[in-house]
Nanobody, 130 residues
Framework: QVHLLEAGGDSVEAGGSLRLSCVVS?????????????AAWFRETPGSRREGVAA?????YYADSVKGRFTISRDDAADTLYLQMDNLQPEDTGMYYC?????????????????????WGQGTQVTVSS
């Protein structure tokens, strides 16, 4: 069973930084139908749909709104996915979710879409004040 646990959300002022982490257990991809690592971070605000902000396969992909400010990475030894967020802005406020298990080749074709991912964490709240 796949389990994801996010941490690192906090309240910061505009211009500040945060690093989110997502400990992933039970996720395997070798020998599965996808056969490739695929993970992502999403965020959601009240009244808005969940949007993909960054994804990691053999390459990293970013939403235009976070390019140059956010960095997605992984530490396989720690089974952890990270999202380094710099120069945070009030519009970055939201609940951040990590997700794994997707067809990696679909990311560059259709973007970081919620429908691609099979397993989700419970989220961690990020609040950025101006």
């Amino acid at each position: 069973q796949v389990h994801l646990l996010e941490a690192g959300g906090d309240s910061v002022e505009a211009g500040g930084s945060l690093r989110l982490s997502c400990v992933v257990s039970g996720y395997t991809y070798d020998g599965t139908k996808y056969n490739s690592y695929c993970a992502a971070w999403f965020r959601e605000t009240p009244g808005s749909r969940r949007e993909g902000v960054a994804a990691l396969t053999t390459e990293a992909y970013y939403a235009d709104s976070v390019k140059g400010r956010f960095t997605i990475s992984r530490d396989d030894a720690a089974d952890t996915l990270y999202l380094q967020m710099d120069n945070l802005q009030p519009e970055d406020t939201g609940m951040y979710y990590c997700a794994v298990n997707c067809p990696a080749s679909s990311i560059p074709e259709i973007g970081i879409m919620t429908s691609l991912f099979g397993n989700w964490g419970q989220g961690t709240q990020v609040t950025v004040s101006s």
